[in-house]
């Protein structure tokens, strides 16, 4: 019986593997590494679309002035060109801001990969976080309410009323359209250094381990031993929000640390060798989401590749698999090369980007303290 439903499962995995080749042979085939093309994913056209306009929206922040587009710009593979975020005023980002790319094919969100759910969750984390955008639920929803377009897209969506369930349910569905497409790796069209950069990715420079897939990355987390983003501690404002975060995630010793101890923050380990540890990201759209790493240390990919070429950063914590790869100079700009070939097209035309006008007349209240309702 158990004999049976194993081989059963096989033959399941193996149609299923089939399956897949069959899909993607229309552009390329993954190779021996998993590593091809993101395969794009079946949308709700007008839940998308309602959530491509959510997105877009400022009504969504408290102060009707920051929307997810704000950090998350199409011009930018959806990030912002920051070493550190923007956030809501009265406090400073203290990470960079990742790309949206194929980011609903991912397990776990953020850089300590702290949500391992849904981008359900992912989303009403962004919208309510008092660093994001610092908005009251009830109150997005009587925003929603008061605009006729959504009651009208809302209703079409199969969504009833403008609600805030909702929105965490159209926004994820516009996510799911940022797909990775064209890039001169997935069309075959790689350059003779992309070529050679992508045998050094796979071979002596042993970064395939992790970058893994077709978005190159296994979800995991590890200390690479990067360095600390100094402004983080120069900046009250931005420390101070870190300072914040920490007291919500039960950050030991928050008041002193001077690190982002990363995803520490999942497991809490009591010798604390899991501080400094994040998440590998992908490595698409590379060109477009300059700086790098968590904290936006890195300016460009050839900083980042000499980084890894000498071995990483100090760290009593770095993962002991990080040595110097002693890459020459040349072999260096080949793998750059390859990084670059996995940069695709920027999904900034009206299928991706809410052109419309999107009326928003909340005006802040000069003397708020002192104004009776
Ligand atoms: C003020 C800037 C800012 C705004 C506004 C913002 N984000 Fe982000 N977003 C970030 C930063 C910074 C991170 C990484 C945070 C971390 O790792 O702790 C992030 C992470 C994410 C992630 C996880 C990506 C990954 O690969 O792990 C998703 C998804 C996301 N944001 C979606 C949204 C959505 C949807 C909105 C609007 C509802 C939004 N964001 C609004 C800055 C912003
Ligand atoms: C042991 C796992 C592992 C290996 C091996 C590895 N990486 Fe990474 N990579 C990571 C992690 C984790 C990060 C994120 C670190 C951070 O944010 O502080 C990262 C970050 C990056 C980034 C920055 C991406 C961004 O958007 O900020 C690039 C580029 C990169 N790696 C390329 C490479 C290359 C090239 C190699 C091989 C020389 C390599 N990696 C090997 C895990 C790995």
Not at 92 to 106: C, D, H, S, V
Not at 225 to 246: C, K, S
Request: charged fraction near 25%; glycine fraction near 8%.
């Amino acid at each position: 019986m158990k004999a049976n439903s194993y081989k059963l499962r096989i033959s399941a995995a193996l149609i299923a593997g089939l399956a897949t080749s069959v899909a993607m042979s229309a552009i390329a085939v993954a190779d021996d590494m998993g590593h091809g093309p993101v395969a794009a994913i079946k949308v709700n056209a007008k839940k998308a679309e309602l959530g491509k306009r959510l997105f877009f929206d400022p009504k969504l922040s408290g102060d009707a002035a920051i929307s997810c587009a704000t950090c998350h710009q199409p011009d930018k593979a959806f990030t912002d060109g920051l070493a550190l975020s923007k956030a809501y005023p009265g406090s400073k980002g203290f990470r960079n801001t990742p790309t949206l790319m194929n980011t609903a094919t991912k397990k776990n969100w953020f850089h300590d990969a702290r949500l391992g759910t849904n981008l359900n969750d992912v989303t009403r984390e962004s919208i309510t976080e008092d660093y994001m955008m610092n908005m009251d639920m009830r109150i997005m929803q009587e925003r929603l309410k008061q605009d006729p377009v959504y009651v009208k897209m809302f209703k079409d969506a199969g969504l009833g009323e403008p609600s805030n369930g909702g929105a965490r349910k159209a926004i994820p569905e516009y996510l799911k359209t940022l797909t990775s497409r064209n890039s001169p790796f997935d069309k075959g069209e790689m350059s003779a250094a992309a070529k050679r950069g992508y045998e050094l990715f796979k071979g002596k420079a042993k970064c395939a381990s992790c970058h893994t897939g077709p978005n190159f990355t296994d979800g995991k987390v590890y200390n690479r031993g990067v360095p600390e983003n100094p402004e983080l501690w120069a900046d009250p404002m931005r420390h101070m929000t870190y300072v914040a975060f920490g007291l919500f995630m039960g950050i030991e010793n928050i008041m002193n640390i001077r690190r982002d101890v990363g995803a520490h923050v999942l497991k809490h380990k009591a010798d604390g060798s899991d501080i400094g540890t994040f998440a590998t990201p992908t490595l698409r759209e590379l060109k477009y989401t300059a700086p790098y790493m968590h904290n936006g240390t890195f300016k460009t990919l050839f900083e980042v590749v000499s980084f890894y070429n000498q071995g990483g950063g100090e760290d009593k914590n770095k993962d002991p698999g990080m040595k110097p790869l002693g890459l020459t100079f040349g072999e260096q700009q080949d793998l750059v090369a390859f990084l670059e070939s996995l940069s695709g097209d920027l999904l900034n035309d009206d299928a991706h980007v809410w052109k419309g006008e999107i009326p928003s007349n909340y005006k802040a209240i000069e003397n708020w303290v002192e104004v009776k309702n």
